[in-house]
């Protein structure tokens, strides 16, 4: 079984998840007393949301290479970042390393290229919905149509990710701001499909809410994981 390096705690709330997935995956795979190996480097939030929200992603790409590589001398066979929007430094951070980052775009397409789906919603912060680096990843690569909220709709899911749910705050009516958002898009855009791009968004909308088509993005970076390391 390979290891598995885990920059995490970006926020904690969604890091846990993972754990919980890849570890009830690798028990599915191989059995009850079976665990994943995993090196986990938990990094503090609030150092890198105000970093975030001050454009200071030099910094920010200095402070997870080093991470990546505290993985890698501890023998860590490839690198999951536990977070969609960080992998916008995802180039600059392979650049430190020897050994692979599994990125979460890719993992997603190859989920929607499965099931046939040509274009998608996507939801997440306002650096993965505004920016490029995440998009063209499924457009260029992938041929799979992408499709945002409009600039006022995406303040409103940026702000319930970092202003509730990164702090593990669920509210019924910050789920029904994120609904009406999908069904407007739902009708306006004729989606059934949603990428829910932010890892913490999968604790607020789930399958029972919806009759739209939901892809996890921590759970199918988890169970990516865990199908890499057990090759």
């Known amino acids: 079984m390979k ?18 997935e890849i570890n009830e995956a690798i028990k599915k795979e191989l059995g009850a007393l079976h665990s994943a190996r995993i090196i986990l480097s938990s990094l503090d939030f609030n150092v890198i949301e105000k970093l975030q929200h001050e ?8 402070i997870l290479s080093e991470e ?7 023998k860590a066979d490839f690198i999951l970042i536990c977070t969609n929007t960080m992998h916008k430094l995802a180039p600059e951070i392979q650049k430190n390393i020897n050994i692979p980052i599994l990125h979460i775009a890719d993992a997603t397409a190859q989920k929607l290229q499965k099931n046939n789906i040509k ?11 505004s920016e490029d680096f995440y998009k063209q990843i499924l457009i260029n690569d992938y041929k799979i ?3 945002v909220p409009k600039a006022c709709e995406q303040d409103i899911v940026h702000r319930i990710i970092y202003e509730e749910l990164c702090q593990g705050i669920i509210k019924e009516s910050s789920r029904k701001q ?5 069904n407007r898009i739902k009708e306006e855009h004729e989606i059934n499909d949603v990428i829910l791009g932010c890892t913490e968004i999968t604790m607020l909308i789930e399958e029972k809410h919806t009759q739209m088509a939901l892809y996890d993005t921590t759970q199918i970076h ?9 090759k």
């Open 119 to 129: 274009k998608v919603l996507l939801l997440g912060t306002k650096f993965t919905m």
């Open 3 to 20: 290891k598995i390096g885990m920059i995490g705690g970006m926020s904690w709330e969604s890091t846990a998840l993972y754990y919980k």
């Open 145 to 147: 149509e992408v499709i």
């Open 222 to 230: 988890a169970l990516k994981a865990v199908q890499e390391c057990l």
């Open 68 to 74: 990546a590589t505290l993985l890698e001398k501890a």
């Open 178 to 182: 994120y609904l009406n958002i999908m």
């Open 55 to 62: 454009n200071k992603w030099r910094e920010m790409a200095d």
